[in-house]
């Protein structure tokens, strides 16, 4: 254990090997993670909060019991917004971006949050996450204006996620390599517990919420049959997961190999999840661990954002299978 890897030492030897050599991106990432340990330790605590707020509108420290995403989402403000390189954080849990106190005119950069992915999952105990991404922004000495944040995931600096899982893990990447690291709550850290995360070329698992199927295009359908028919050898062994959690269905899938899609449908033509802080990060991710991010015709890290919160349809995992639903697309019809 002399040796062990804790976070803050992989970021500051990943940023001496590349652009972000500066002590500043360190701290920006540093400070993230440290927010997702606090957010895990009330995650932990998820079942106690709800019962304090059943008794009353106040805790028994007289303090007002916040939902765990508004919790998670003022966590990550708050230790941001001290933060001097960090010019305005954008989170799904906000209208508007917010300019930080500390770095609003002269911080390089602008940090994306979905605070609590799957909300759905949080009063029953299933496993929820922190999605996060990082950009540069364009120029400094002036606020940050909504047109900075409108940048294709291609510019993202650094993207990552924590999962609220039976441990707690923190994956990243600067673009070269995923590298996975897991709480230890006794230490308080986290260690490299998964390094160098490559998706394995098989399609294991893959994800979809299939009860939306009759609002599918015939293209979705074709491809989700296709893969459940287990005719072909590469879907021969493929089994369906699905837990409603974007983060823990992506990080499933990650690490034994498969396909996640929450595509298009004739009720959301533009599919359910937000490009800036969900599709974006996670498809720099997954083409850093070799695999691929489609909206069902292009590459998710092409896509230009028109709002904060543009939604986008999402299929995300292995190049082969993200090609094989284009593929399906164009055959039999897309949205
Ligand atoms: P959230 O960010 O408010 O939690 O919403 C996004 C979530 C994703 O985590 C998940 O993949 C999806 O919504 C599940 O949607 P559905 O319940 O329609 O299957
Ligand atoms: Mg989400």
Redesign the pocket.
Known sequence: MADFITLSRHILQRARQHREATGDFTILLSHIATATKVVSRQVSRAGLINVLGKTGETNVQGEEVQKLDVIANDMLIGLLDDLPMVAALAS?EEDDFLPTRAGRLNGRYLVCF?PL????NIDVNVTIGTIFSIFRRPEVGREARLQDFLQPGSALVAAGYAVYGSSTMFVYTTGQAVDGFTLDPGVGEYLLSHPDMRLPDRAKCISA?VSNRALWSPGTRAFVDLVTDHAEPRYKKTTTRYI????A?FHRNLIYGGVFL?PADSASPNG??RLLY?AQPLAMIIEAAGGAASDGRRRILDLVPDGLHTRVPLIIGGKADVERFEACEVEHGGT
Request: aromatic share 6%; net charge negative; charged share 40%.
């Open positions: 799904e979905d992915d799957g909300s759905t919420n409603g959690s974007l983060v269905d929450y359910k999840l969900e």
